[in-house]
């Protein structure tokens, strides 16, 4: 019994050191670290270059791992993004933070190489000294983990209560103007701050290499446990989060000991003990009204900060009937030029066209959802597999037509959506975008592991109809429901629901005092979303002939996020271009370049959602607007607009002092 309680303190450290960190950079900065198992694995990675790769002691090995490289990398991450996104929307920064996490590894593999065995040791030497205290067993990897553990609270909090650089820290998370106005630099303890953590990323990433691998997917599940004690510490309580973690990894090591290892379901409940224990905490705060945005810095900071979107209230330039012709013109031959791919492409290049417009009837769902509800919903990626699932069973085992399965597959799994879209009404953008990305996790762990769906990795059987058996016709089809999709969706936009959505993405407070339900619009486009996703899931699996449950890891599904906002949220053409983007451009690179570039593009994908944080806009609105500014040019007048939300008829926008964007009754 105390040889269990002793393994899980040790997973219990590790995740508590992860929070720690987590935690700190929150409450100091307002960003939520989703890139802090990028930081881990590149510190890990480098460590195992210098220790097991180059031959050098696991001390100085270690102390340039973690007092040199983990602090510059903390800096220069800082430098070239995290001081950028302290202003920015909910939105900006989970997606640039996304974007980090896609990139960061891949260059660090690109530099330094990557491992085909993952094995790798910690800070003690090999082989394994053991000892039994009490009669329980401990190992000197658990032993230096409890001991890190201990450095770390005692340090930081010494740190932060004992020193002047600590009264800065805290005087940081009340207030950066404050600080600002005290003679105390900001930047620099943000600077500090972030260098700190990066080394707090490093050491976890270490202690958890023995046991999770040195991987890219271990150092990501090790982000996600972490979320849970810092969920349940509501984001500040760095001494509830610690304590929680603790009694996490104590819970779960309990919970192997009455499992039988020889279970299936003991693999699936394990992993999934820190993703429930987020997901209860969310929805008890919720019921409860305690998960609001949380708010970061004083009140005069909150007076200085300009709320609002990601992007200025939309003006446009139309004609006389309302339409907006740049914008029309684009996305007609946008379609155009993919409807004539499969014309001048071979097979290999046209069934990746194929795979491109079927994500981009997912993408879809992230346009209705985030572009158009306001929402950040991280499991888009669990409801395309719910409908890829269902639509192959449907076919596969009742003998339906694989059409009508794709659809009736999409209506069973709305009633999901919806009762999620319920629960999260209460929850602010950070607590939605951590409770969707929970329910992926479990669905991930509970649902698509499953026997009967895996089925030893070859997934549902989904055979395409004789008529669409080829990649040409059947890219034809999945075009079609595409251009369908994007008219409703622009019938939405016009529709009175529509304008009321727009309504509520902009001002909930403002629209309730006009009389509109909040509760409705949201679950209303959380419905459709669900909708939309789960048909192209359904036409994913057909793609595939089959339903594959790997293929909807919701990690995966983060890359679609950002891919699709770097592109552009409220753009329908954008999700066709994400789409395509996302399967020909590594299509590309692995055709027509050497092997060691296939990463590129995955980095490409990564710095593009980065660069969000300067164009929030995404690119196809900020190039669209280009466009419509020079047409303006030409015909003799010059007026702002935005043709990704060409549908949406608002007022025209006007500046505050603040830099805020507000609407005018006049001409601008």
Not at 421 to 427: E, Q, S
Not at 474 to 497: C, D, E, K, M, Q
């Amino acid at each position: 019994m105390l040889s269990y309680a002793f393994a899980g303190l040790a997973l219990g450290s590790i995740y508590a050191i992860a929070a720690a960190a987590l935690v700190v950079t929150y409450v100091s900065s307002g960003v939520f670290n989703f890139a802090f198992g990028a930081m881990a694995f590149s510190v890990a990675r480098f460590y195992y270059w210098l220790n097991t790769e180059h031959g050098w002691d696991i001390l100085p090995a270690a102390a340039v791992s973690l007092l040199i490289v983990a602090p510059l990398l903390g800096a220069a991450l800082y430098a070239l993004l995290f001081r950028h996104l302290r202003l920015s929307s909910p939105l900006v920064k989970i997606v640039a933070t996304i974007g980090l996490s896609v990139a960061l590894p891949e260059l660090v593999k690109l530099i330094l190489g990557d491992l085909t065995n993952v094995t790798a040791p910690g800070l003690a030497a090999r082989p394994l000294r053991v000892f039994h205290p009490f009669g329980a067993t401990v190992n000197m990897d658990q032993l230096i983990t409890f001991i890190g553990l201990v450095v770390v609270l005692v340090v930081g909090l010494g740190v932060l209560r004992f020193t002047d650089v600590g009264l800065k820290v805290r005087a940081l998370v009340d207030s950066q103007a404050l600080t600002s106005l005290s003679g105390s630099s900001p930047s620099r303890i943000s600077l500090g701050v972030w260098a700190a953590t990066a080394t707090l990323a490093g050491l976890a990433g270490i202690l958890v290499a023995p046991t999770a691998g040195l991987s890219v997917e271990g150092m990501t599940f090790l982000m996600a446990a972490a979320f849970a004690p810092v969920v349940a510490a509501r984001l500040r309580n760095l001494g509830t989060a610690v304590a929680i973690a603790l009694a996490m990894g104590v819970v779960t090591s309990f919970i192997q000991r009455y499992l039988d290892p020889e279970d299936p379901l003991s693999s699936q409940i394990v992993p999934s003990i820190p993703f429930a224990v987020m997901l209860v905490a969310l929805l008890f705060y919720a019921l409860r009204g305690l998960a609001g945005d949380a708010s970061v810095g004083g009140a005069l900071d909150r007076a200085i900060r300009a709320e609002g979107s990601d992007s200025p209230l939309p003006a446009r330039t139309t004609n006389r009937h309302g339409i907006n012709v740049p914008a029309l013109v684009t996305t007609a031959v946008t379609v155009l030029a993919v409807a004539a791919l499969p014309l001048l492409l071979d097979i290999y290049w046209t069934g990746l066209v194929a795979t491109g417009v079927c994500l981009a009837i997912v993408f879809l769902s992230y346009t209705l959802v985030t572009g158009e509800g306001g929402m950040i919903w991280l499991c888009q990626i669990t409801f395309a597999g719910f409908g890829g699932v269902v639509a192959a069973e449907l076919a596969t085992k009742a003998g339906w037509n694989p059409l009508v399965a794709i659809f009736v597959g999409a209506a069973c799994v709305v009633p999901v959506g919806v009762i999620l879209g319920v629960l999260t009404i209460r929850l602010g953008n950070l607590y939605v975008a951590l409770v969707t990305l929970s329910f992926g996790l479990l669905a991930q762990n509970l649902v698509f592991t499953r026997d009967e769906i895996n089925n030893f990795g070859q997934g549902v059987s989904m055979l395409r109809p004789t008529w669409i058996i080829d990649n040409a016709p059947f890219t034809y089809l999945a075009l079609s429901v595409f251009v369908v999709l994007g008219l409703l969706i622009v019938n939405l936009r016009r529709s009175t629901a529509g304008l009321a959505l727009s309504a509520v993405r902009w001002s909930e407070n403002g629209s309730r005092t006009l009389g509109l339900s909040v509760v409705q619009m949201k679950v209303l486009v959380s419905g459709l979303a669900t909708f939309v996703a789960a048909v192209g899931g359904g036409f994913l699996a057909m793609n595939y002939q089959a339903a594959l449950p790997g293929s909807y890891n919701p990690f995966v599904g983060l890359i679609w996020l950002a891919v699709l906002v770097t592109v552009g949220s409220r753009s329908i053409i954008a999700a066709l271009i994400a789409g395509l983007s996302f399967t020909l451009l590594p299509g590309v690179f692995q055709t027509y370049l050497p092997l060691s570039y296939a990463s590129v593009p995955t980095i490409l994908f990564g710095l593009g959602a980065i660069m969000l944080a300067r164009n929030p806009d995404g690119i196809v609105a900020m190039h669209a607007r280009q466009l419509a500014d020079l047409l303006a040019r030409w015909g003799g007048r010059r007026q702002p607009s935005d043709p990704a939300a060409a549908d949406d008829p608002v007022l025209p926008t006007a500046e505050d002092t603040t830099g805020r964007h507000v609407t005018t009754g006049g001409r601008p």
